[in-house]
């Protein structure tokens, strides 16, 4: 049957830049068919063009500053860091991301990583913040 429960937000500090299984980092009342939902500032200390690299068990929708840029529906996979990349713009100061992972059965786990376009190495000067 459905299951139904009540919905909030709530703030987690996650352990790591790529989760294997959520349910490692956060107890939750049950690890399939679910969705979650994952949200951060992201600060640049200026105006830019990166690569927005996204990685998801199973599906996922990711939104940068209200705009959807990238979208996987997918059910049965495994994540793989970097499994749909975008070119994305960062404006100067905050930048509101959003992830959707939408779980079926068996593992879960999301990645998510904004890389220098061309050369594809990690965007370090980046600072992210959680309210």
């Not at 690299?53 to 979208?71: F, I, M, P, Y």
């Not at 994305?88 to 990645?111: M, S, Y």
Request: aromatic residues 6%.
């Amino acid at each position: 049957g459905d299951k139904v429960g009540e919905l909030e937000w709530k703030p987690y500090r996650l352990s790591m830049g790529r989760i294997r299984a959520i349910s490692n980092e956060i107890r939750l009342p049950y690890v399939n068919e679910l969705a979650y939902y994952l949200s951060c500032e992201v600060i640049s200390p200026d105006e830019r063009d990166v690569l927005l690299a996204v990685g998801s068990d199973d599906g996922e929708k990711t939104w940068l500053n209200g705009r959807l840029e990238t979208q996987m529906d997918a059910r049965g996979r495994s994540c793989t860091p970097e499994s749909e990349m975008r070119k994305v713009h960062l404006n100067k100061g905050e930048n509101t991301l959003l992830v959707k992972i939408t779980q079926g059965k068996g593992g879960n786990g999301h990645a998510v990583r904004f890389l220098v376009p061309g050369s594809e190495q990690p965007v370090t000067d980046l600072k992210i913040h959680l309210r």
